[in-house]
C-alpha cells in the first residue's frame, strides 16, 4: 500500500489536508479517500459525509503523524487519491493487508 501511495505522490496525484481533499471531492477528481486511523472528530465527521455524498470509499489507515511523514509533511489527517487506476492499487493492496475501512466499496 505505502509504494503505491508513494507513486501516486510522486505523480501529483494525492490531495494532502483536509482542505485539498474537500477540493478534491467537490470536483469530482476525487478517487480515494484515505482517512488516519487518529483524526479529529470535525475532520473525520466532515470528510465522512462528503465521502458518503460523493460515493467515495474511505480507507482508515496509519497515524496522521505517519500518513504526514509519507507526504513529506507535517501531520495529516486525510488525503485523497485523484487518479482512478492508482486508487484501484491503493485499494486492493489494502484489502490484502486487512487496513481497509468502513465503506471500501467500488472506485
Known sequence: MRTWFGLARRAGKVAAGASEAKTALASGKA?????AGDAGRGVERDIELRGR?????IFRCWSKQELGELLGEKEKAVAVITD?????????????VGTAGENGGDI
Open 53 to 57: 455524498e460523493t460515493g467515495v470509499p
Open 84 to 96: 482512478h487506476h492508482l486508487a484501484l492499487r491503493i485499494r486492493d493492496s489494502a484489502v490484502m
Open 31 to 35: 478517487c480515494l479517500i484515505l482517512l
